[in-house]
């Protein structure tokens, strides 16, 4: 049974940056195949695709978003951890982690956390 | 704006069918499958459908989609109360080398 679940600070200032964890068990990220991606979604509004990262370490960015961003894993901690530098309020939404389909295409993304609520306020 | 775009509100009757579509260009669409979503309030996306056509173990066989061109849809049929949500098409955009959703879609059962 696949599971995650993202972790993180729930407030932020503006210009801080911000770095949340993604938690998983039920599958491993040394598997061929296996990617680990992040979406958020500002309260209200659409959902925003923001990185994924593979079990060979290519990683994938939103080009709005890319110099802002860092996606890393630790195979062994089965961890994936997303950093987004320069935090504006502008960034407030629930982020969510997510498993992609092995061998799809399209990039699918079969296995969600609940979500983390993240504010950016002074 | 979305990079997908998707009719912002769809509506029928129960027991009716719903069609949602899901407009994109020849770097996301016309060159891979698009996946679907659904968001009930105050919860986590779930996947519906994958690869344009594929439901995933559990999805019941009332929600199905097609791929034509640089579009997809996702159809509804027998609509319960339940189906009440958000619904997101979503694909790889090999231009802007990056995963990319519609703007969503609100089902609303009268």
């Known amino acids: 049974q696949i599971t995650l679940k993202e972790s993180g600070p729930t407030l932020v200032k503006p210009t801080q940056t911000l770095t949340l964890t993604c938690t998983f068990s039920g599958f491993s990220l040394s598997t061929s195949g296996v990617g680990v991606g992040w979406i958020r979604q500002p309260p209200g509004k659409a959902l925003e695709w923001l990185a994924i990262?593979?079990?060979?370490?290519?990683?994938r960015f939103s080009p709005s978003l890319k110099s802002r961003l860092t996606i890393t894993k630790d195979t062994s901690k089965n961890q994936v951890d997303l950093t987004m530098a320069d935090m504006d309020p502008v960034d407030t939404a629930t982020y969510y982690c997510?498993?992609?389909?092995?061998?799809?295409?399209?990039?699918?993304?079969?296995?969600w956390g609940h979500g983390t609520l993240v504010t950016v306020s002074s | 704006q979305s990079v997908l775009t998707q009719p912002p509100s769809v509506s029928a009757a129960p027991g009716q069918r719903v069609t949602i579509s899901c407009s994109g260009s020849?770097?996301?669409?016309?060159?891979?499958?698009v996946s679907w979503y659904q968001q009930l309030p105050g919860r986590a996306p779930k996947l519906l459908i994958y690869e344009g056509t594929v439901r995933p173990s559990g999805i019941p066989d009332r929600f199905s989609g097609s791929m034509s061109g640089t579009s997809a849809t996702l159809d509804i049929t027998g609509l319960q109360t339940g189906d009440e949500a958000d619904y997101y098409c979503g694909t790889w955009d090999n231009s802007l080398n990056a995963g990319v959703f519609g703007g969503g879609t609100k089902v609303t059962v009268l």
């Open positions: 997510a498993h992609s389909v092995e061998g799809a295409t399209g990039v699918p993304l079969d296995f």
């Open positions: 020849n770097s996301n669409i016309g060159k891979s499958s």
């Open positions: 990262i593979y079990w060979d370490d290519d990683k």
